[in-house]
């Protein structure tokens, strides 16, 4: 990917300031919010059943994020995402801690099969469990796996659940089944900040509300997520996550364009033909 891409896409945020709708855990809603503000977006925290449909009808994409999870609140997911569905809103899913237990997968893919997601971010374990791929999961959080295995899963959950995915780790991956890309940068500081990657995936929500090539909005959401991290880090690293999490934000607000060409790097991919049967 080029990086006038990415740092147009920016730039059309910016001016667009899309309400993003996100249905996400207690733990995150302060970052998220902030982090949206920072990057340019507007975000709103709604969760009442009886106002979520209307609020997902407005908004420029709704983001659903399964962190703390309660029957009622499965329910507003539900009844939000097919408001959004009728009014072309893209929707995006964070199963947090799926595989984790039997409740958490099984409200993910309630939530695939009633409402038509337009991309899914999650760990390498995460997406595996979602398509019947047994990993061990500890907690909301899962080990790396190998970048081409990383790959592979991601293609074939991109086919299985008929939606862009997106496989977070050392390196990040994102495909619809059929191209994708590869995303390198960012630094393992993020990993030692709650909510990161809850943060992230509401940031590609925001990159998604202003491009409606939701491939190619997740990886220039990757990118810019990355390379911004990469800065942070360079400041603060030796002061440890507290620092890092307040330059992090800075950065999502100034990040400028030699950082996305000297810090990330974007590789494009295209995976094996599908098997007969297994083309989407």
Do not use: H, P, W, Y
């Given at each position: 990917m080029i990086v006038h891409q990415v740092?147009?896409?920016?730039?059309?945020?910016?001016?667009?300031r899309p309400l993003v709708h996100n249905m996400t855990n207690v733990v995150v809603t302060n970052f998220t919010a902030n982090g949206l503000l920072a990057l340019g977006a507007s975000p709103v925290m709604a969760y009442a059943r009886e106002?979520?449909?209307?609020?997902?009808?407005?908004?420029?994409?709704?983001v659903l994020n399964l962190g703390t999870l309660s029957e009622d609140?499965?329910?507003?997911?539900?009844?939000?995402g097919q408001a959004a569905n009728r009014h072309g809103v893209p929707v995006l899913l964070d199963p947090v801690g799926a595989g984790a237990t039997r409740y958490r997968t099984a409200s993910a893919l309630r939530v695939l099969r009633e409402v038509q997601v337009s991309l899914v971010r999650g760990n390498a374990s995460e997406l595996?469990?979602?398509?019947g791929e047994q990993r061990v999961i500890k907690g909301v959080d899962a080990g790396d796996s190998a970048e081409d295995e990383r790959v592979e899963l991601a293609v074939r959950a991109a086919r299985s659940l008929h939606t862009v995915v997106a496989i977070t780790g050392p390196e990040d991956v994102i495909t619809d089944g059929?191209?994708?890309y590869i995303v390198k940068g960012g630094h393992p500081l993020l990993a030692q900040?709650?909510?990161?990657?809850?943060?992230?995936?509401?940031?590609?929500?925001?990159?998604?509300?202003v491009e409606r090539d939701v491939l190619l909005a997740g990886a220039a959401g990757l990118a810019f997520y990355a390379a911004a991290a990469y800065e942070a880090?360079?400041?603060t690293e030796a002061n440890g996550p507290g620092s890092f999490q307040i330059a992090f934000l800075d950065e999502l607000s100034c990040l400028n364009r030699d950082s996305l060409k000297t810090h990330t790097e974007v590789k494009p991919f295209e995976p094996a033909l599908a098997k007969e049967g297994e083309a989407r």
């Open positions: 740092s147009a896409l920016i730039d059309k945020l910016r001016q667009a106002e979520v449909a209307d609020m997902a009808a407005i908004a420029g994409a709704l609140t499965v329910e507003s997911m539900i009844v939000a595996a469990n979602l398509i059929q191209a994708g900040v709650t909510g990161a990657g809850c943060l992230l995936t509401s940031v590609l929500g925001s990159f998604a509300a880090a360079a400041r």
